[in-house]
């Protein structure tokens, strides 16, 4: 058969060849100036990695810190932080109105806080303070007489610390309305300021060089790699409370105390006190990791001016303890609330557990029963304590404690007995410390830095914080952690006297084994949209839950 030429619109084969050579030259000349842009005078060798098992596990722990760093809104980075795990953190939990007897040496270590005995000199007004303190007098003494000469209600409020605790918060609010209303036309921040009552503050965060346990001994002994590191200090997760009956916030911070470069703030005595935290008498439970400040994050007076504490825990400590231990007990309870109240407002400004801070953060706080009175400044200079942060750290955070003052002797008929013009002073002096403007106070956070700026769809923006709310509201899950009993390890575990019983449970070797400990937050199964519900019908489940883009599909 005769040999036909193949034509293309009116092109013959020939052309297409021609026009291949063409590109198959250019392809190599491409090619040939791109091996030569490759080579350099000075040799680049890629990063030689330590591919050992400690050097990778590490990476991976920096990865995910920078990750969380790099987030853009609050929002994310709380719901980064619990991802890693489903059921919560086994976290030790450390709350201001339940000091231990041994505990304070530890707070301090889990803080890194060392204590001065004193405020400050020359960090309040005294001056003005003192003048207006002496037109305040009357005014005070009538609100003792009401609080403290006799009873305000005929309700039984239960125990005698309730009773105590409910007529210190009534005495501390009406403290704060008879200052807020007198001092408000020369301090132009508390015109605007934001009183919460009883807010809910918790901190959350990692605490490194604590001694192993004999549980965690035992496994590294059995494991055949961690055999030589056998007694290496391990990492823990620490839950802190705060509950104070008072909290007036603005819209500036206050400034710092000292530089941070100061040596109080660089190479002051912190106690370095490792030991499990079950041997200072703190306990442990399973917890979402949790940071709330008092307030929703989107706040515009998002600053705490000055935090209100009671003191009725006092009683109870020293009827077990000994009245000479309630000192060392005031101090772990302001340690605890200082640093938890700190670390919550740093949170909010983009720093917390795995981000440390760029500049100090200062907070103001008086702890009183109406006639006893403590103040405190607390100057927050690191933030990030996992790992080796713990001890050696360049930084150190400063709590300044006053010693005991009473505002009046005594209640009689007569009259308020013996008022402290000082106490009142110190209070007001604190009230009228003014905050500053901070340049890029938040420089790990978006300019938008909360989810409602986010560029999601709206429902997905809802869902998600629907999501976080529920893990920081504290409620327990539908379906708790799983757990082996007694009678498990005893015939299962330990003893295999059921052979033929189906291998179900998590410590069961079987075909879907799942260790719980391991469980992420975005590992479920898909939520199943309804036909009525569906935007797109061809989109049957929900997409999962992921902290970079709100929610993705797999």
């Given at each position: ?55 990778r596990k590490r990476r991976k722990t920096e990865a995910w810190h920078q990750k969380i ?234 600053h705490s001016q000055l935090w209100l504490h009671s003191r009725e825990f006092e009683e ?81 955070n400063i709590l300044w404690l006053s010693p005991e003052q009473n505002l009046f002797e ?145």
């Amino acid at each position: 058969m005769a040999a036909t030429r193949l034509v293309w619109k009116g092109r013959t084969s020939s052309t297409f060849l021609r026009v291949s050579y063409l590109s198959r030259d250019l392809a190599r000349r491409n090619h040939n100036a791109a091996s030569l842009s490759e080579y350099t005078d000075v040799p680049e060798y890629p990063e030689i990695l330590d591919e050992n098992r400690e050097a990778r596990k590490r990476r991976k722990t920096e990865a995910w810190h920078q990750k969380i760093t790099g987030l853009p809104t609050l929002e994310q980075k709380l719901m980064e932080l619990n991802m890693p795990k489903y059921y919560g953190y086994w976290s030790c939990r450390l709350h201001d109105a339940k000091p231990t007897l041994q505990g304070t040496p530890f707070t301090r270590y889990a803080t890194r806080t060392h204590v001065v005995e004193g405020l400050p000199e020359g960090y309040h007004e005294k001056e003005a303070a003192g003048a207006l303190a002496k037109e305040l007098k009357d005014s005070v003494e009538e609100l003792i007489l009401l609080n403290f000469q006799s009873t305000l209600s005929r309700r039984n409020f239960g125990l005698g610390r309730a009773i105590e605790k409910r007529q210190t918060q009534n005495f501390l609010l009406g403290l704060h309305k008879i200052l807020a209303s007198s001092l408000a036309p020369s301090a132009e921040h508390l015109k605007d300021a934001v009183v919460d009552i009883r807010p809910r503050v918790e901190a959350f965060w990692f605490l490194g060089g604590l001694q192993p346990d004999n549980l965690l001994k035992k496994k590294r002994r059995n494991f055949k790699y961690m055999k030589d590191k056998e007694h290496d200090p391990m990492e823990r997760s620490i839950q802190a409370e705060s509950s104070p009956c008072l909290c007036v916030r603005t819209s500036l911070g206050l400034p710092e105390v000292v530089s941070r470069e100061d040596s109080l703030a660089t190479s002051a005595p912190v106690p370095v006190e490792n030991l499990d935290p079950r041997a200072y008498g703190f306990k442990f439970k399973h917890k979402h990791a949790t940071i709330v400040t008092g307030f929703w994050p989107g706040e515009k007076k998002e600053h705490s001016q000055l935090w209100l504490h009671s003191r009725e825990f006092e009683e109870k400590f020293g009827l077990e303890f000994g009245l000479h231990n309630v000192h060392n007990a005031l101090i772990q309870k302001m340690i605890i609330s200082s640093f938890s109240q700190a670390f919550a407002h740093a949170t909010y400004q983009g720093f917390g557990p795995v981000t440390e801070l760029t500049y100090p953060i200062v907070h103001q706080s008086a702890i009183s029963d109406g006639q006893k009175w403590n103040f405190s400044l607390y100057q927050m200079n690191t933030c990030v304590l996992h790992s080796e942060n713990a001890t050696e750290n360049p930084y150190n955070n400063i709590l300044w404690l006053s010693p005991e003052q009473n505002l009046f002797e005594a209640v009689e008929e007569s009259g308020v007995k013996g008022l402290n013009e000082e106490v009142l002073t110190s209070l007001i002096a604190m009230y009228l410390k003014k905050g500053i403007i901070r340049e890029n106070a938040s420089p790990y956070l978006a300019p938008y830095k909360y989810l409602a700026g986010h560029n999601a769809p709206e429902e997905y923006r809802e869902e998600f914080q629907n999501y976080l709310r529920d893990l920081l509201s504290g409620r327990p899950r539908k379906l708790l952690k799983p757990e082996m009993y007694l009678w498990e390890k005893i015939y299962k575990k330990d003893n295999n006297t059921r052979p033929y019983e189906s291998p179900r449970r998590f410590f069961e070797d079987h075909f879907n084994q799942m260790n719980p400990e391991k469980r992420r937050l975005d590992e479920y199964s898909p939520i199943y949209i309804p036909k009525a519900c569906r935007k797109d019908k061809k989109q049957k489940h929900k997409p999962r839950l992921d902290s970079e883009n709100l929610y993705k599909y797999d």
